[in-house]
């Protein structure tokens, strides 16, 4: 099994920065693209905001192009989201995934969550 670890949430003011970090641990070498997924309330549909495969090819949802950069450390088994002039719309939990990523598209990995870390931006 893939254990997956967020961190680097936060409160933070509206054209803020701030960066998150997921690390995978545990059987992870069947892992082939990681993505941060968010959760703008408990209601809602997890939206994928960014995956990026081992082989270094990136996607971003349309609302995030040239905010947010996700990037990794394969030697520290780490992912990071870099988000930029964050606006009040991006408040949500972000979690991250595990998965597979084929022709463009990411497949979330079956239970491969992180436990969700919660980011807030105020107006």
């Known amino acids: 099994q893939v254990q997956l670890v967020e961190s680097g949430g936060g409160l933070v003011q509206a054209g803020g920065s701030l960066k998150l970090s997921c690390t995978a641990s545990?059987?992870?070498?069947?892992?082939?693209?990681m993505a941060w997924f968010r959760q703008a309330m408990p209601s809602s549909e997890r939206e994928l905001v960014a995956a990026l495969s081992n082989d270094g090819e990136a996607m971003y949802t349309d609302s995030v192009k040239g905010r947010f950069t996700m990037s990794r450390d394969s030697a520290k088994n780490t992912v990071t989201l870099q988000m930029n002039s964050l606006k009040p719309e991006d408040t949500a939990v972000y979690y991250c995934s595990a998965g597979d990523y084929y022709e463009g598209e990411y497949f979330p990995g079956a239970g491969l969550w992180g436990q969700g870390t919660q980011v807030t931006v105020s107006s």
């Open positions: 545990g059987r992870t070498y069947g892992v082939n693209a």
